[in-house]
C-alpha cells in the first residue's frame, strides 16, 4: 500500500516558521521526484516547490522562494519543507506528492504526480 503522510503543520504567527514533514512508504522514493502544493481557501491547489530525484535540484515558486526551502533524505523516505517568515499569504493545506518521472519539469500539472498525501492544515495569522 502506497502512502504519503504530511506533518509538522498548525497555527503560527506571522513571520514564524515551520517545518514539514512528509513520509513515503510503498514505493522506490527515491527515483521520484517529489512537490509540495498548497491550497489556499477559496482557491485551486498550486505548486509551490519540487525537488527531482536524479540531483536534487529544486523548483519553487514566485510566492516562498527565499522564504521555503525543500530537501529530501530518502534513507528516511522524507521530504521537507522549510517554511521560514511565514505570511497569512501561507495559509491553506499542505500537500505532497510524487512522481515518477522524476525532474520536476512538469511542476504544475497534477496529472503526472502518482501519488499523494492527505493534506495538512497551516494557519498563519497576523
Known amino acids: 500500500q502506497v502512502t504519503l503522510l504530511e506533518s509538522g503543520g498548525g497555527s503560527v504567527q506571522s513571520g514564524e516558521s515551520l517545518r514539514l514533514s512528509c513520509v513515503g512508504s510503498?514505493?522506490?522514493?527515491?527515483?521520484?521526484?517529489l512537490a509540495w502544493f498548497r491550497q489556499a481557501p477559496g482557491k485551486g491547489r498550486e505548486v509551490i516547490s519540487c525537488i527531482s530525484s536524479a540531483d536534487d535540484s529544486t523548483y519553487y515558486s514566485d510566492s516562498v522562494k527565499g522564504r521555503f526551502t525543500i530537501s529530501r533524505d530518502n534513507a528516511k523516505n522524507t521530504v521537507y519543507l522549510q517554511m521560514n517568515n511565514l505570511t497569512p499569504e501561507d495559509t491553506g493545506v499542505y500537500y505532497c506528492?510524487?512522481?515518477?518521472?522524476?525532474?520536476?519539469?512538469?511542476?504544475?500539472?497534477?496529472?503526472?504526480?502518482?501519488?499523494w498525501g492527505q493534506g495538512i492544515q497551516v494557519t498563519v495569522s497576523a
Open positions: 510503498g514505493f522506490a522514493f527515491q527515483w521520484h521526484g
Open positions: 506528492a510524487a512522481e515518477v518521472m522524476g525532474g520536476c519539469l512538469r511542476v504544475s500539472e497534477e496529472s503526472v504526480y502518482n501519488y
